[in-house]
């Protein structure tokens, strides 16, 4: 028995070789399952590393430049949305009416697309309604042939255009645009066919949007295409980002990402980096602009949302007063605004000189310009009024007097209004400043002009001539032969409330709007104030004038309607802070 029970023990006890095949075995099998469950994980995170790949049309010519930039603002916008997707071009070439049946029908060769909108393409597809182009797909030149490069240079209106025959593509919403507005079209369903076709004059012209044309026009050069300088046509239209109807979790992630990057910059940031070029150039405000209408356009267009669209810029025009064009600093305050608002609008100097203010004022009453510069305006003026923030920044209201040099001693005793009071002041005829020194209890000499006013003073017809502390340096420099025993008193100054202030329309709203703020964000980053010290006008103001240095006499200025007196007193230049 005793034997039989160590047979039985050896039979279910292993040797020891037994033992470590079995330990063997069994870490090999830990082993293989390690490696198994790393290939799995590994293959799970390049996926997700990866994204989802999203498949765009591949382009129908390598020539096409048409595919970067909405790559790069889907790219944009997944990383705003912190979306894990790849956009990928398809294996095959296709035109545009393929590939949206691609989507429509969810084959997934074709899960995106980029396309203008219209009220069918909105039945069939899911679209993400924020215009890629920001409606810049509705501002479109003409291609046309450099033999008939004149063709069109005597269109002027939608009527006009009806004589000549557009050619687009057989499936581009444009083309039934064009027919909705009785303009006659030639199509293909060929991308590059079209080109032939223009060079062979099976049509006229082929309207292609200012985002595209220029890049075209180039690859195309050597087929003698240009683009034509005289005209523009512009429709309402909006290039969006397509999905299928039951994709609307990429849908989602793209509105969510596009609407970040536009509430950041980055969106426009990327538009005008691949579009800036292509807008200056197309010069739009120097072509007469075709006006169509766009049947085609759904109603849930978000025509609303001014920031999604691009408009081009506004010419303001300014006056040229005495000559001085863009070197006024009203123009170059103008300037900054315009630019700080991010309005679409350009400053332009009028190519007709204006005698004087009270002409430009005239002009700017019947719209022959845009905006004029001046001081206090009484109020009551039903067709312009003020926009009420001072671009000079009140440093006309700070006067350094010009005296005659015999006069020094008796100015340096002189600190107060009432020792003012004693002495007789010179001024231009009808200066706003007449009626505030007089209030002042000041005498007053007026003369016709700057240089009998400067020779008056020189022979001593008066005592003093208050000027702006921006200007007394540079008058007295340059009229040095009209005036040479003048100076500027070095110890005084006079201060009152006085601004000079940019005057429009009352119907031009959106122009007020823009230089105002404009004016603000120009205050609030100092680029306003660096302005005015830079200028060569206004420069002196805080170079050479030294008012910390010099005793101040404060007047009142009579004139000031009430809105003057809430202004904020951040846009009031002061020599202390």
Known sequence: MVQANVIEHRLHTPSRAGVVLAQRLRAMGQVHLW??????????????????????????????????????????????????????????????GR??????????????????????????LLPIRIPIYKGLIGWRLPLVTKKNQDRLKNVTGIE??????????????????????????????????????????????????????????????????????????HYPAAFYFFVNKSNKTLAEALKKGLELAINDGSFDQLFYEYNSAVITRSALDNRRIIEMSNPLLPPETPLHRAELWFRPKQVVIYPNIDGLGSRAIGYKVLELALAKSGKPFIARISDRPSANQDRARYELEVGGIGVVDTGLIPDGNRVISPIPLPLDMGILGWRLLLIHKDKASQFESIKTLEGLRTQVAGQGKNWGDVAILKNAGISVIQAESMESLLRAGNAQRFDFIPLGASEAFGILGQNKSDAPDLVVEPSLALHYKFGRFFYVRNDNKTLRQA????????????????LLKEHPMYGDAFAKANLKGRSIVEIDNPNLPPWFKTIDKKWWFNPVR
Do not use: C
Not at 112 to 124: A, G, I
Not at 178 to 202: C, D, H, K, P, W
Not at 224 to 231: A, C, K, R, T
């Open 160 to 233: 006009d255009l009806k004589q000549f025959t557009a050619g687009q593509g057989h499936d581009w919403p444009d083309t039934e645009i064009l027919r909705a507005n009785g303009q006659t079209v030639e199509i293909s369903s060929n991308y590059e066919g079209l080109f032939a076709m223009l060079t062979r004059e099976r049509f006229d012209y082929f309207p292609r949007s200012v985002a595209e044309i220029w890049a075209e026009a180039e690859g195309h050069a050597g087929e003698g295409i240009i683009v034509d300088q005289s005209i523009a046509l």
């Open 99 to 124: 590939a949206i049946v691609e989507v429509e029908q969810a084959t997934g060769s074709v899960t995106l697309v980029w396309s203008m909108t219209s009220v069918e393409r909105e039945k069939k």
């Open 515 to 530: 230089i105002e703020a404009g004016m603000k964000k120009a205050v609030a980053d100092g680029s306003l104030q660096a």
């Open 35 to 96: 490696l198994m469950m790393f290939a799995l994980v590994f293959g799970f995170l390049s996926v997700a590393l990866a994204g989802e790949k999203v498949y765009y049309p591949r382009p129908e010519s390598a020539k096409d430049p048409r595919t970067e930039y909405p790559v790069k603002l889907f790219n944009l916008a997944m990383k705003k949305a912190g979306a894990k997707y790849e956009l990928v071009p398809s294996k095959d070439v296709m035109n545009q």
